[in-house]
């Protein structure tokens, strides 16, 4: 930009101190203008606004009328000028900043769309898929092997209407090979204790719940148990070990049906490698699928069988009580 002269002022023409002063202008204004709208408008913040409006309608209706008020006010007119001629670089770049910098920020992140409804039930398979959480549910031994447990998964009903019936299946694409899939649903007016279960959802047969309630968040799967068949010494023993798991069941396709809706999903190769990665990095191990409203059992629904609980601590052999402790001695023979 050609440096402004502040002798060019006092032209009746329109000058280049006129462009100057209402460009510049014109770049502060914009943008504390457009950042307060926003802040009155979807941040409820009022206050912050109108400080910032207060500030920036001054500035730009200033900016843009300088030719006609700048003979009426030399002193300004003069220090208007100055400051342009100072600050426009810097006016220029913070403006380049404000403008281009959020379209920057949004390429360089990964976009993450809001998964797309299947019929009435909104999945959370494609995010797991992308590495943002487990579709495989898979625990660690104490000798650090993963065990694969199957597959899951979380949806939400999102309609006003319940959901009476389901069914669905994991299915091997090497053996063709099919494992049922369970709702996690809560036994009816009863609570479990915390040592026998982590949380209060089982393992049930669809046509043994209610359904899924209406707006229901709920949980899928194809683990059966409610507890995992634990030793002392080598930790989880259920599920399958990885190497046994990939070998009979990567890749596969989980196929589930509903009512208004039916999902067919096939689980490449890679993605499943990209769970058990994501496994081995992380420490977060453990998922609480608990919500509500819920999934219901049936009182008729199959009963839980729990595993057996070992013992912990070895029980001690009993000790022969110390008389001489007490004062008195032992009989002899």
Known sequence: MPEVQGSEAANKAFTWSDA????????????????????????????RGLVGLAFGLPIGIGAFTFHWWKNHLPSVRNWVVQQTNR???????GTFVYVVGPHMYRSAIVAIEAPAPIGPIVWNIEDNAKGLGYFINMV???????????????????TDKPIQHLTGYMRSDLTNAQIPIYL??????????????PHPWIPTAPDETYGIPPFAEFNVGTYEKPTLAISPTEGAM???????????????????????????????QN???????????????????????????????????????HSIIPLASPV???????GTATPKD
Request: charged share 20%.
């Open 184 to 197: 996690l649903a809560q036994e009816p007016g009863s609570t479990k204790i915390a040592a026998c279960f």
């Open 87 to 93: 600050w426009w670089p810097a006016v220029l770049i």
């Open 238 to 268: 259920d599920g399958a070990l990885l190497a046994d798991f990939k070998a009979a069941f990567a890749p596969f396709t989980v196929v589930i049906e509903y009512e208004g809706g039916r999902l067919e999903r096939r689980f490449s």
């Open 140 to 158: 660690e031994t104490q000798g650090h092997d993963i065990r694969v447990l199957g597959f899951q998964a979380h949806g939400k009903n999102i």
């Open 320 to 326: 022969k009580p110390d008389n001489s402790a007490t």
């Open 20 to 47: 100057g002063v209402a460009i510049v202008g014109g770049l502060i204004a914009a943008p504390l203008c457009d950042a307060s709208w926003h802040a009155i408008v979807g941040e409820n913040e009022t206050i």
């Open 271 to 309: 993605e499943i490698d990209r769970q058990f990665s994501i496994f081995e990095k992380t420490n977060e191990k453990t998922f609480n699928p608990l919500s509500s409203p819920y999934v219901l059992r049936r009182p008729n629904a199959r009963p839980v069988d729990l595993e057996p609980l």
